[in-house]
């Protein structure tokens, strides 16, 4: 009886080439597995679906977990205002711990011996997918072919070519990840320090000109509806995607530390996350307290750099959503954000919580709330500290 592999197939070259590997090399048979975490249309997941079976899959299962997704990571980088280095919403390396994760399962409940991934060598993908490979099917035999064989992308096209397969490979110049959360463009010109990726690198084009205004209205901290619409913040987030992106909103280089060491670069266009960060930090501002805000920063800089490293299923990571959840509480309102090509801008926000309240004063003009009276003491107890400490240092100043 043949070896049976699950393989998490996203339909790219890497995985594409993987499935005739694993059957004619290692004489396995090819159960694969397409983990929809978006970035797909019904239309495209049929084909990719087809695709594998024309490749030599024994059976092709896709199973949509957006909605898991989103409630178990997405909504907390939204609590969170998470931007890795300040840049990058996360948009490929939050998603990989649930497609890797889902694989395991299935693997698991289908009695596979092996679980196969496409990732290279030199990347975070292989330490994310080994990672909760070895936490939740120990058991389960991994296998990682690119990896093992160092083998480039020219060679993999010679190999399926020479198989017969003639399948378009037109976008290989640039490593493409689609997925609800934005995505990442890796080529070329991301591989030095310097350079820049071309406008026919992103999956949307720049094609709208002037400006919009959208209104997005939060709840608790979730998106829950767009210009007066209610819609589930799915909805919201696909919406956003649909009507920013042909701006060119959203496109941005990430240089950061990878798990395995190395400084890299890569592209990505994620117009919904960045708005939708952005605008949310926004009525934070107005409705949060300074500590809140502060903590919040600190433990979502945390929450961030763990789950870009592979580390979402460490308990703390739930201490952590729980602190974030907590905060919550009062991030209701809405965000007006004008787009304009390449960029947007925030209009300011209304909330039933905003602190920034005239009742008790306006900034720089005046207040109700206190006198200048009373800052002229303030200001003498607020010196005090600091007062005492450079008067001895003058006092013993050599």
Known sequence: MKSKVVLAYSGGLDTSFCIPYLKQ??????HTLLVNTGGFSPKEVSALSQKALDLGAASHKSIDIRETYYTRCIRYLIFGNVLKNNTYPLSVSSERAFQAMTVADYARRIGAHAIAHGSTGAGNDQVRFDYFIHVMAPEIQLIAPIRELRISRKEEMDYLKNLGFEFSWEKSRYSINQGIWGTSIGGAETLSSLGELPEEAYPVQCTKTGTEVLTIGFSGGEP???NGIAMDPLQVIEKIHE?????????DIHVGDTIIGLKGRVGFEAAAPMILIKAHHLLEKHVLGKW???????????YGMMLH??????PVMRNIEDFLENT???????????LHPRTFTLAGCTSPFDLMN?????????????TGEDVAGF???YSLPVKIYQSLVHEHKD
């Not at 090399?25 to 090819?30: A, L």
């Not at 809140?292 to 945390?302: G, M, P, S, V």
């Not at 919550?328 to 004008?338: D, F, H, I, L, M």
Request: charged share 25%; proline share 3%; hydrophobic share 40%.
């Open 243 to 251: 009507i920013a992106a042909p701006y060119g909103i959203g496109r």
């Open 379 to 381: 200001t003498r107890i």
């Open 25 to 30: 090399e290692k004489k396995m048979e090819v």
């Open 224 to 226: 829950i509806s767009l």
């Open 309 to 314: 490293e592979a580390q979402y299923l460490d």
């Open 358 to 370: 005239p009742a008790f004063g306006q900034y720089g003009e005046g207040t109700a709330a206190f």
């Open 292 to 302: 809140q805000l502060y903590w919040k920063e600190q433990l979502a800089n945390w």
């Open 328 to 338: 919550q509480k009062r991030v209701t309102g809405e965000v007006s954000v004008r």
